[in-house]
Structure formats: C-alpha cells, structure tokens
C-alpha cells in the first residue's frame, strides 16, 4: 500500500478540459488494474473508468462515455484521465486506485471499488457553469 498518488486537478469552466494523473510505483512492474473513482459532496464514491495492466481494455461508466479517455504510459506505472467538455455534475473528489497485491491477467479490469487495495489520497475538480 502507498504505491498510488494522483494529481492533477482543478478549477475549470464548463466545457472545459482537464487531465488527471496517477503514478504508482515501480514496485507494482506495470501490473496493475487501475481504476478512477470520484465523489461528489453528499454522495457516494463511485467508480468512472479503469484500465487493465496491459492497456487494451477499458471500461467507463455511462454518463462520461465519449467525454472521458483513461490511458497509461508505455512503462505502464502512470495512468492518465483525459476529461473534455466537463459539466458541473462532474465536480467531485477523484480518486486513483489499484490492485496491487494479487495479478489476475494482463487483460484483467474491475468496476468493483472492493477489489482495489490501494488508493490515492484524492484530486479536487471542480467545475463551474
């Protein structure tokens, strides 16, 4: 555990675009299924997008598909968060996570927040109207 950190966040306006960032470390050797989350106040935290350790599957959740792309680097340890034409129903605490401790395939990915065992600390993103 402690192997994620993400950055990246921000003020914007609506329509705007922004990119967030999450590096874990190089102990995890690039297999690791990663995973965005967000929470907005009030609310529960839900999950928005994941990648599986080898990059060529994704999965979003439907209300950021075609807004949202999740990438990772060739050496795979940085996943990345494009997000273009945000809404004000996208300002929420995002949340960078992993599973660093079992490796079930390279083209495995999981919306289940209860698999991930590592977590960021949270980027703020906030969107105004």
């Known amino acids: 555990q402690g192997q994620v950190s993400e950055s990246g966040g921000g003020l914007v306006q609506a329509g705007g675009s922004l990119r967030l960032s999450c590096t874990t470390s190089?102990?995890?050797?690039?297999?690791?299924?990663t995973a965005w989350f967000r929470q907005a106040p009030g609310n529960e935290r839900k999950f928005v997008a994941a990648?599986?350790?080898?990059?060529?599957?994704?999965d979003y959740e439907e209300s950021i598909q075609g807004r949202f792309e999740v990438s990772r680097d060739n050496d795979r340890t940085t996943m990345y968060l494009q997000m273009d034409n945000l809404k004000p129903e996208d300002t929420a605490v995002y949340f960078c996570?992993?599973?660093?401790?079992?490796?079930?395939?390279?083209?495995?990915?999981?919306?289940?927040?209860?698999?991930?065992?590592?977590w960021g600390r949270g980027t703020q993103v906030t969107v105004s109207s």
């Open positions: 990648i599986s350790p080898n990059g060529l599957r994704t």
């Open positions: 996570a992993a599973i660093v401790t079992k490796y079930f395939g390279p083209n495995y990915l999981t919306r289940f927040e209860s698999e991930y065992d590592d």
């Open positions: 190089r102990g995890t050797k690039g297999r690791a299924v």
